[in-house]
């Protein structure tokens, strides 16, 4: 990788999108939409990190994260002028907008915008129901700064090594598809004490954990990159370099290069022809369902009683502390909920999956939580994303259940080790 120098940093700021009111409408020139304003996805000293969601009259299911940034800054831009200037087509197409601010420069460096962002990306994939979203179907989009941080979220989303010591920031499904205009793919080079750019003093150490050219790998998604041959910032080399990465491990990608244009597409042609490209690619990629992961799982949805559950060195329950009784509820949206215990248990059979009212009146012996759940049938897992539970140290983990059907009426699931615990069909 070539060095980058100083005057290939970035300064291109990109809209942020926010709204003072609660309910907002616009027709043309994007379509008619309404805006939810300051979803609150996560906090940090004290303050809220928040993402707006536009969503169009004709929403398809699908959903384009944008991260609103320019040199790893967020800023506060007029959601009309957002939707005009940015975004016009793919909410004409029916893809449901989320402009993501994050934490910003200079008191916020790079590896804290990308937590950041990683923190907003799991939190709309666990309310992907809630938000009219099809968890399967969810793409990422930025240019500049911005461009890196999408490449971040869809190239590295496997890899858990960088956030060990923080669950909430572990998305459980993988990105569907990127786009990223003109972004700087190696910051090793860059990292380092700068007083014009500030979002880049960091330790040097830290900068390859969030190089996405680092973190090319075969499974990635269809990734379409954009940039101007006459790009003073940041060099067209940079979208070549991690193309050559991407096509040497046949992930589907493509780089548009645009004759003479600028670090901003400041040109109005420019920018027209990259929207348009934008929008074909997500259109490609994004716009018909997909086998979802929870019709994949199809059998396992509906009501499962607790029959057995065996320790490996024995029952789980002892005689004294009563017959083991429980009940697992799969959803078909992608929800569940867990009760499990010795003795008698109050069971609910809330169908919004919900179980704090339960938390509430259980004893030591007896757990219930409830979340999202995925399936990775090669792997043959099923992960329990926990949003709530009555042991506190479960909230915001994925708890990883191996499983095996007997038949369609009986299920066994193992969170490691020896233990074991089977399940009935309620019919």
Known sequence: MRNLTPKLLLIFVLAACVLPSVTYAQSAPAGDFSVTPDVVYGHKDGMALTFDVLRPDNANGAAVLYMVNGGWVSRWSDPERLAARTLPGLLEEGFTVIPVRHGSAPLYKVPEAEADVRRALRY???????????????????????????????????????????????????????????????LRPIAGPNERFPALDFPGDQAAAISP?????????????????????????????????????????????????????????????????????????????????????????????????NTGNGPRCSAEDGAVNGQIIYSADGHMSAQLGCGEIDISDNSGLDTRAVTRRLGRRHLSYYGGFTLDRRAGTVTHHVMGASNVGMVDTDQVRTFVFDGNDKLTLSPGGEQLLVWLRNR
Do not use: C, K
Request: glycine share 8%; no cysteine.
């Open 124 to 186: 709309v994939q666990m309310h992907a129901n809630e938000l009219g979203i099809d968890v399967d179907r969810i793409g990422v989009f930025g240019g500049s700064a911005g461009g890196h941080l999408s490449l971040m979220l869809g190239l590295a989303a496997a890899d858990e090594g960088r956030h060990n010591d923080d669950e909430p920031l572990r998305a459980p499904n993988p990105v569907a598809a990127i786009v990223a205009y003109y972004p700087p793919v190696d």
């Open 213 to 309: 050219i680092l973190f090319v790998s075969p499974d990635d998604p269809p990734t379409l990159l954009i940039h101007g041959d006459a790009d003073g910032l940041v060099p067209l080399s940079q979208s070549e370099l991690i193309l050559a990465e991407l096509q040497s491990d046949n992930i589907e990608s493509e780089l548009i290069v645009i004759p003479g244009g600028d670090h901003g597409f400041t040109r109005r042609p420019d920018r027209m022809q990259a929207q348009q490209a934008m929008t074909a690619w997500f259109v490609r990629q994004l716009a018909s369902p997909r086998s979802s992961t929870t019709a994949q799982a199809s059998e396992l949805v509906g009501s499962w009683r607790l029959d057995s559950w």
